[in-house]
Nanobody, 127 residues
Framework: QVQLMESGGGSVQAGGSLRLSCSGSGFPQRGYCMGWFRQAPGKEREGVASIYTDGSTASYADSVKGRFTISQDNAKNTLYLQMNSLRPEDTGMYYC????????????????????WGQGTQVTVSS
């Protein structure tokens, strides 16, 4: 059973950086899509970035390209989201998620495919 837990959220000023981490019991080592999602107050949850467990097919939402980097350290059983040049519009609850698949190209097809979710970590960016 995969259980995920996020950490690393906090409050920063615009232009600052944060690194989110996701780890937990049964952490996926291979054959999984891993993703980061976020939900701002009053808005629907949206995909931020995704990656396959072999490190391939990293994908990003247009709004974070060039600023965020998703990565995975299998030795530490941890998924990361490095967030630089943060903006107030990046504020929200950030979730990591995973689903098992042999098809890496599905990683950015939508959150409905993800069946393992963490409880989220709050990121607040002030102007």
């Amino acid at each position: 059973q995969v259980q995920l837990m996020e950490s690393g959220g906090g409050s920063v000023q615009a232009g600052g950086s944060l690194r989110l981490s996701c780890s937990g019991s049964g952490f996926p080592q291979r054959g999984y899509c891993m993703g980061w999602f976020r939900q701002a107050p009053g808005k629907e949850r949206e995909g931020v970035a995704s990656i396959y467990t072999d490190g391939s097919t990293a994908s990003y939402a247009d709004s974070v390209k060039g600023r965020f980097t998703i990565s995975q350290d299998n030795a530490k059983n941890t998924l990361y989201l490095q967030m630089n040049s943060l903006r107030p519009e990046d504020t929200g609850m950030y979730y990591c998620a995973a689903f098992q698949t042999r098809r890496p190209w599905l990683c950015d097809y939508g959150e409905y495919l993800y069946n393992y979710w963490g409880q989220g970590t709050q990121v607040t960016v002030s102007s």
